[in-house]
């Protein structure tokens, strides 16, 4: 994640605690000095929508092999003791697991920050009251557009307005909340109207998504914007972010999984303030850039570990046979340890950019989708071969 707010205004956030750290760059197993990662927990696969772009293929049937409430707990217990600072439950619609409140509580007890990603449709009045109840740090709710452009992504007529109701029962209960929105070809002309959105219905959060070509993603891969649509994105949320800022809006809005847009911000503040360019580099290098596998983890409703929740081709182990805590710090899986040393490996633009530091390779998800190489670079990057400091090649 990339805190858009923090590199402009010099906000603080309880995530920013994490991302800019002044030891978090040097960790291999977590985010700070004795911490594991944060890990991204797919608690089901059930849905009650069927996202175009889903990363988790989730559809409208529990997974048969899903942990078990006694299993899931003891999987908590183990979170616990590696100190791991945040549980974000995700799925499928994690709302449609029946022991979700009853897990979620269990983290709570055992001192873990919890959070909740959801497509927000099932957050009654009352759920949302138990949400608050339970303890939950955070909810973030998914929107890609407004009205029917949502709605097509989400397969389901009138989820657009289902979700909005669920951000607002949140909102009247105090639960912190706040919007998730996946950049696309479809959608992307809708940025202003989200930003319209979340002043208007007074929304604390918002984290644009980059597409990441995982699970039903892979199919959109001709949908993702061109790299002058990114770059015309990115000026349209740092504008509005800045604007926030000026305007006494505490709003805290994030980037997620392309970490170009770190770099792009640097750029741009050079050019205008480079005092402030400067700090924002510092944080940027406390931040590392890409953290799948050290910094973030993913587990599925299985039990399968992951390196991160767009990397589901590549399991680390199952938590049935080994403890969390001995699969994340044994790096017997050579994705995993590359993911750790991964400047040897990478290739192409991404081996020999000057922001590596700060970036670290980006998703390497896309990058396997499209070259079928793990390793290759990150066709997402949409910096130019000058911003990243390649030379011209001879001709």
């Given at each position: ?7 402009l205004g010099n906000t603080n956030h309880f995530g920013d605690e994490l991302r800019y750290s002044p030891s978090s760059r040097h960790q291999i197993h977590g985010t ?61 619609e994690p709302l449609m697991r029946q022991d979700f409140f009853e897990l979620a509580a269990y983290a709570k007890e055992r001192g873990i920050r919890t959070a909740l ?226 400047r040897p490996l990478l290739k192409g633009r991404c081996a020999r950019c000057q922001w590596l530091e700060v970036c670290n390779g980006n998703l390497r998800s896309r ?29």
């Amino acid at each position: 994640m990339i805190s858009i707010s923090k590199l402009l205004g010099n906000t603080n956030h309880f995530g920013d605690e994490l991302r800019y750290s002044p030891s978090s760059r040097h960790q291999i197993h977590g985010t700070a000095d004795g911490r594991g990662p944060v890990v991204v927990w797919n608690i089901t696969r059930a849905c009650n929508l069927r996202c175009l772009h889903c990363y988790a293929s989730a559809n409208s049937q529990s997974h048969p092999h899903e942990l078990t409430t006694r299993e899931a707990k003891s999987f908590i217990d183990e979170l616990a003791s590696f100190r791991v600072p945040v549980l974000l439950f995700s799925g499928g619609e994690p709302l449609m697991r029946q022991d979700f409140f009853e897990l979620a509580a269990y983290a709570k007890e055992r001192g873990i920050r919890t959070a909740l990603s959801t497509n927000g449709t099932l957050i009654t009045p009352a759920v949302a009251q138990r949400l608050r109840e339970t303890g939950l740090g955070y909810v973030g709710v998914s929107l890609d557009g407004v009205g029917k452009t949502n709605d097509h992504f989400r397969g389901k007529e009138g989820a657009f307005r289902a979700a909005l109701e669920g951000i607002r029962n949140c909102l009247a209960v105090g639960q912190k909340v706040g919007l998730r929105f996946t950049l696309s070809r479809h959608n992307h002309h809708q940025l202003e109207a989200i930003f319209e959105l979340l002043e208007r219905e007074n929304i604390p959060r918002a984290c644009f998504y980059h597409l990441a070509y995982s699970g039903r993603g892979r199919k959109l891969l001709s949908d993702d914007l061109t790299h002058e649509e990114t770059r015309a994105a990115l000026d349209m949320i740092i504008e509005k972010t800045w604007d926030f800022h000026l305007r006494g809006w505490d709003k805290e809005i994030l980037t997620v999984a392309n970490h170009a847009d770190g770099v792009y911000v640097y750029l741009k503040l050079r050019q205008s303030d480079p005092q402030k360019a400067e700090r924002a580099y510092q944080l940027l290098l406390r931040n590392g850039g890409n953290r799948s596998g050290i910094a973030i983890a993913a587990v599925d409703w299985e039990g399968n570990v992951h390196p991160d929740q767009f990397t589901p081709q590549y399991t680390l182990g199952n938590i049935r046979k080994k403890s969390f805590p001995e699969i994340w710090t044994v790096p017997s899986h050579p994705i995993l340890a590359g993911l750790r040393n991964r400047r040897p490996l990478l290739k192409g633009r991404c081996a020999r950019c000057q922001w590596l530091e700060v970036c670290n390779g980006n998703l390497r998800s896309r990058a396997e989708a499209v070259f079928h190489d793990f390793w290759a670079p990150d066709p997402a990057c949409y910096l130019t071969d000058e911003e990243i400091g390649i030379a011209p090649q001879p001709c």
